[in-house]
């Protein structure tokens, strides 16, 4: 048998019962009669596209994939059950508290789903209810009981800080409640005000009264401090882990390796190209159902777009980015192209270089952003 190319696999659910006001995914409320015929293009999609490489790890987002009902799910666990798969690699679903029932829990750990991501963002029933959210913290609660007595032992839960009149101790109840529930992985997230959603047209009109910069710095830095405490360490901006806990298919995206994307609006990266679905729902089944392609959009990386990203996306994690393989896969040396911006950003102690290692400091996770800008390539 060929070696087949080793790549991550991400599958996309466009479906949600309700929007929230903070989102700007791809996901709509009001499709649901889309969802069958959608269902079936999907793992048509699967089955002719992902049959051809190894996979070696699994991420089902969306919107919510746990939206759909269980027949639904059980025939997408099916088709990706066809592919080629590695062994024992890891095999995550986004679930939504409210979206969720015991045989649709059992269906996915069947179906070999051994990771599951919920989204609860904060454990205050009135933020819940502010930010657009269908659930209320006990929901929550009772579903991840659930999902621990039907047999989950990886799951991550996402919360949210920075929320419209959200206070600093606020943040830190959501935080100690969520670290002593003892998931394996918590994303904590800052909120970002996006354009085209509920959120940005309330921020607008200055009716979204969001915490200072000074609050938020505050939030993010207890954060770390109180995840600390609970032992999850921190493995990228954002992201928290138990020992032997790290999100593997996170680490595909912030270290610029392979993935295949299915569904709507679902995105590649293969072979140096970015590869974009269609977004709208409707036209994406038509045209699977007609034999016809889905991609809308193909943007080959010049080497300049590839070095950015490498060190954009690995600067993302702790650990930051190790200098021989940027060499390695660029052939030049990360000086000869960022002597300058490194030795400027070490100077203001945004950036540390150790055993071949190049980091954000403290104080550069804080101002990432600006020191990510100094990477742009002219």
């Known amino acids: 048998m060929e070696n087949k190319k080793e790549l991550s696999l991400y599958i996309h659910i466009p479906f949600c019962k309700q929007k929230c006001f903070y989102c700007d995914f791809p996901s709509y409320a009001s499709i649901d009669y889309l969802r069958e015929d959608y269902v079936e293009a999907l793992c048509k999609e699967i089955e002719g596209k992902a049959i051809n490489y190894k996979i070696k790890s699994i991420f089902i987002g969306g919107g919510t994939p746990s939206y ?48 599951i991501s919920m989204g609860l963002q904060a454990v205050q029933n009135s933020f819940l209810k502010d930010i657009g959210r269908i659930h209320t913290f006990n929901q929550f609660e009772e579903n991840f009981n659930l999902a621990r007595k039907v047999g989950f032992k990886n799951i991550n839960v996402d919360l949210m800080f920075g929320l419209p009149n959200q206070k600093v101790y606020e943040w830190i109840e959501s935080l100690e409640v969520i670290a002593k529930l003892n998931p394996e992985h918590i994303s904590a997230y800052s909120l970002i005000i996006e354009e085209g959603t509920a959120f940005y047209k309330l921020w607008e009109k200055n009716k979204l009264i969001l915490p200072s910069e000074d609050e938020e710095r505050e939030m993010y830095s207890i954060t770390k401090s109180i995840l600390k405490k609970y032992g999850y360490h921190q493995y990228e ?61 193909i943007t080959i990386n010049t080497i300049e777009d590839s070095m950015e990203e490498f060190v954009f996306m690995g600067l ?63």
Do not use: Q
């Open 316 to 378: 993302r994690m702790i650990e930051g980015i190790n200098i021989n393989e940027f060499k390695e896969r660029f052939g030049v040396t990360i000086e000869s192209i960022y002597k300058n911006v490194i030795d400027i950003n070490i100077n203001k102690n945004l950036l540390v270089l150790k055993n071949d290692k190049l980091s954000l400091t403290e104080k550069g996770i804080e101002l990432s952003n600006s020191v990510m800008s100094d990477f742009i390539l002219n």
């Open 68 to 115: 759909l009902d269980t027949k639904e799910i059980i025939k997408v666990l099916e088709s990706i059950n066809r592919l080629n798969l590695t062994e024992n690699m890891e095999f995550t679903m986004e679930c939504n508290p409210g979206a969720l029932e015991e045989e649709k829990l059992k269906a996915m750990i069947d179906g070999g789903v051994n990771r």
């Open 237 to 297: 901006i954002s992201n928290f882990a138990r020992e032997g806990y790290e999100c593997y298919h996170n680490k595909v995206y912030w270290r610029n390796d392979e993935y295949l994307g299915i569904g709507s609006a679902s995105t590649s990266f293969i072979d140096n190209k970015r590869i974009k679905n269609i977004e709208n729902v409707k036209d994406y089944i038509d045209k699977i159902r007609n034999n016809e392609d889905v991609i809308e959009d």
